[in-house]
Structure formats: structure tokens, C-alpha cells
């Protein structure tokens, strides 16, 4: 007699795998130290490998990391701009250094918003169209540059997940 075996979801944290939306994502900012040169990891993120010693201080997710930013760029008089989460400083000669940045947008806004389950970044993803569907404040035009930026975004999202 043949037997088929569904496996559900849920059977993989069930038996203690962490393959929850929180784990990967605190995976992704707690190994940020050893993975900021990755391709895949630029795409999402940049960090200057001039200033690594930001993000080398121990943290297990992003809150810790926001919270880690905020300090450094106090006590180095880094700027720090909490609604870009962006980190700038200038060099001996006046020009404006990026110390950290998001690269992409999508992934940004998933890492800032408390999200619990995997499910919620197609939310995530479904709320962002509308918004673009709906402005009417922009032409035609400007919604398809809006929907093909993040189309784009989420296809880099997209990779690195399958990659990971």
C-alpha cells in the first residue's frame, strides 16, 4: 500500500527549525558583520566597510541595531537620520560620507515595521500598490515608474530570499 505524507505548515517550527519570518530576519541583522560584502546583501543594504565597527558592537535584531545607530552617531557626531535610517558623516575634506544606508526600499520598509509572518510581507507588498493605485496627487506616468521601482525592489527581495 502506498502512503502519502502531507507535511503542513508549521511542521518545520513545530520541530525547532528556525525558519520563522522573525528568525530569518534577525539572522539577517545579527550576521550583518559577516555578510555586509555579499552582492546579495548590497543590493539590500550598504554599509561602509570604513565604518564596519557601527554595526561590530552585538546585536540579535534590528531594534538593537536602530538603537546601536543612534548611540554611535551621538558619541562620533555621525548624522543620523531615523525617517531615512540613514548615516552620514563628513570626511577631512568636507564631503558627505555614507556610513549606512537601505538600498532597497521594500526591504526597508519590511525592517521597520513589526512584522510577525512571512504572509505579512505580501501585505506589506498588496498596501504599497494601492497607495500607488490610488495617489491622486501624481499622473499615470509617475505611478508606473512608482509600481516598476517597487516591482524591482521586491524581484531583489525576492533573490536574496531564494539565495539565503
Given at each position: 500500500?502506498n502512503k502519502l505524507?502531507?507535511?503542513g505548515?508549521?511542521?518545520?517550527?513545530?520541530?525547532?527549525?528556525p525558519?520563522?519570518y522573525?528568525h530569518?530576519?534577525?539572522n539577517?541583522?545579527?550576521n550583518?558583520?559577516?555578510?555586509?560584502?555579499?552582492e546579495?546583501?548590497?543590493?539590500?543594504?550598504?554599509?561602509?566597510p570604513?565604518?564596519?565597527?557601527?554595526?561590530?558592537?552585538?546585536?540579535?535584531?534590528?531594534?538593537?541595531?536602530?538603537?546601536?545607530?543612534?548611540?554611535q552617531?551621538k558619541?562620533?557626531?555621525?548624522r543620523y537620520?531615523?525617517?531615512?535610517?540613514?548615516?552620514?558623516?563628513?570626511?577631512?575634506w568636507?564631503d558627505?560620507?555614507?556610513?549606512f544606508?537601505?538600498?532597497?526600499?521594500?526591504?526597508?520598509?519590511?525592517?521597520?515595521?513589526?512584522?510577525a509572518?512571512?504572509?505579512?510581507?505580501?501585505?506589506?507588498?498588496?498596501?504599497?500598490?494601492?497607495?500607488i493605485?490610488?495617489?491622486?496627487?501624481?499622473?499615470?506616468n509617475?505611478?508606473?515608474?512608482?509600481?516598476?521601482?517597487?516591482?524591482?525592489?521586491l524581484?531583489?527581495?525576492?533573490?536574496?530570499?531564494?539565495?539565503?
Amino acid at each position: 500500500m502506498n502512503k502519502l505524507v502531507i507535511v503542513g505548515n508549521g511542521f518545520d517550527l513545530a520541530h525547532g527549525l528556525p525558519t520563522s519570518y522573525p528568525h530569518f530576519m534577525n539572522n539577517f541583522w545579527s550576521n550583518l558583520i559577516n555578510t555586509f560584502e555579499d552582492e546579495l546583501t548590497k543590493r539590500l543594504v550598504y554599509v561602509n566597510p570604513e565604518y564596519i565597527g557601527l554595526i561590530d558592537k552585538g546585536h540579535e535584531d534590528f531594534k538593537v541595531l536602530l538603537e546601536n545607530f543612534n548611540h554611535q552617531s551621538k558619541r562620533y557626531k555621525y548624522r543620523y537620520s531615523k525617517n531615512a535610517v540613514k548615516i552620514t558623516t563628513p570626511n577631512q575634506w568636507g564631503d558627505v560620507i555614507t556610513v549606512f544606508e537601505f538600498k532597497n526600499q521594500f526591504f526597508k520598509k519590511i525592517s521597520l515595521k513589526s512584522i510577525a509572518n512571512w504572509v505579512d510581507i505580501e501585505s506589506e507588498y498588496y498596501q504599497a500598490l494601492k497607495r500607488i493605485l490610488f495617489q491622486t496627487s501624481i499622473d499615470n506616468n509617475a505611478k508606473k515608474i512608482k509600481f516598476l521601482f517597487l516591482m524591482k525592489s521586491l524581484s531583489k527581495l525576492k533573490t536574496f530570499l531564494n539565495n539565503t
